[in-house]
């Protein structure tokens, strides 16, 4: 990848409503220039879309936690994340290697909200769980370039 792909990636990871013209001028193309090069980030699937950054506190989420799923009945595991998709709350959901099978990250308002989000989960999902709460976060969603 050439080094001004890497720059325009950087710079709509940091800002993805950025202009073309401001693009240009940051990375010393014109504007077309700067918009054909994001036009072949996006055909390539390098950018795969734009959205909204929400702030959870504002929106009364207050609480970060998450959570470690392991399934009761292992011939299940591959049918967890469609089980929990349609649970309010659950904001990511990773496969992964280890004890557990799934990792997820759940936002709640309370400790009440947690509470009857992980009943929801153990009973739907028919897995134990092992919360972790998040007290603070130093960084996140750090841009890959």
Excluded: W
């Excluded at 013209?21 to 014109?30: F, Q, V, W, Y």
């Excluded at 998709?85 to 909200?113: E, F, N, R, W």
């Amino acid at each position: 990848m050439e080094s001004i792909d890497q720059q325009i990636l950087g710079l709509l990871c940091r800002d993805g409503r950025m202009s073309y013209t401001d693009i240009g001028r940051e990375t010393g193309l014109s504007t077309s220039a700067a918009q054909q090069r994001v036009r072949r980030l996006e055909q390539r699937g390098l950018i795969t879309g734009y959205r909204a950054i929400l702030n959870p506190d504002a929106l009364g989420k207050l609480l970060t936690a998450f959570v470690q799923l392991r399934a009761l009945d292992p011939t299940r595991d591959d049918q967890v994340p469609d089980i929990i998709t349609p649970l309010k709350g659950v904001i990511s959901c990773y496969s992964v290697a280890g004890q557990a099978s799934h990792l997820l990250m759940v936002q709640v308002g309370t400790p009440a909200d947690l509470e009857a989000l992980l009943t929801q989960i153990r009973q739907t999902a028919h897995v134990s769980t092992e919360t972790t709460l998040v007290l603070s976060v130093p960084f996140h969603d750090r841009p890959l370039v």
